[in-house]
């Protein structure tokens, strides 16, 4: 990541856009601005940037098309959606189309700029770990079909390489690091997310759903991470699947 993180605003309205925008730039990050959907991956194909914050309704493609477009060829690429507050199922598919994060409109500068900083500095930590090779906890976890390797941030299933995301990897990592520990959704978006605002526990839900879809060999029948009811999710390792949650 730069010293300066490069951020990519993705909004149609102009006086939203120069508001926020403005905000970006006076917390010290560098900020560029497009209206459109296709202005977006114009945007992205010229400089990848380390975050997007991407409006849902664009004109000309919409802002969940941009998000599958650059979830397939950037996986890593952070995804902050902006959605209005009555769109609670726009908020759904975003999620479960690549996005990594959500924000309902109106709100607060003071909590964009919150977020923002969380999910970078999460990138950060994700590369310091990437060049850490004497960190002890960067130990490889073997979990029956799957191999997480913490450094190299690579889950294989039979030896083929998973594409997941930041928070999917962190979130899976999370889980397999703690087996047998129940999570609720808040604990979960605390330590992995780095949030503590109510009202967010669809966003580990759908993460939840959309990780067992990658990882498990029967995302219907999950048996690695397994609902906890009432409380939250549990990573199961194989020898104790045979276990009742």
Known sequence: MPAIPDILLVEDDEELSSVVSNRLRESGYAVRTAFTGPEALECVADSVPDLVLLDIMLPEMDGLEVCRRLRADHPLLYIMMLTARAEEMDRVVGLEVGADDYLTKPFSLSEMIAR???????????????????????????????????????????????????????????????????????????????????????TVDSHVQRLRSKVEPDPGNPTLIRTVWGVGYKFVMPESVGDTA
Do not use: C
Request: hydrophobic share 40%; proline share 3%; charged share 30%.
């Open 116 to 202: 923002v900083r969380s999910a970078l500095r999460r990138l950060r930590l994700t590369e310091e770990a990437m060049g850490n090779v004497e960190d002890a906890s960067q130990d490889v976890i073997q979990a029956g079909h799957l191999v997480i390797d913490p450094m190299k941030r690579i889950v294989t299933s039979n030896g083929d390489e998973l594409a997941l995301t930041v928070l999917e990897f962190d979130l899976l990592l999370y889980l397999a690091r703690h087996p047998e520990r129940p999570f609720t959704r808040m604990q979960l978006l605390g330590d992995v997310w780095d949030l503590h605002y109510e009202g967010y526990d669809r």
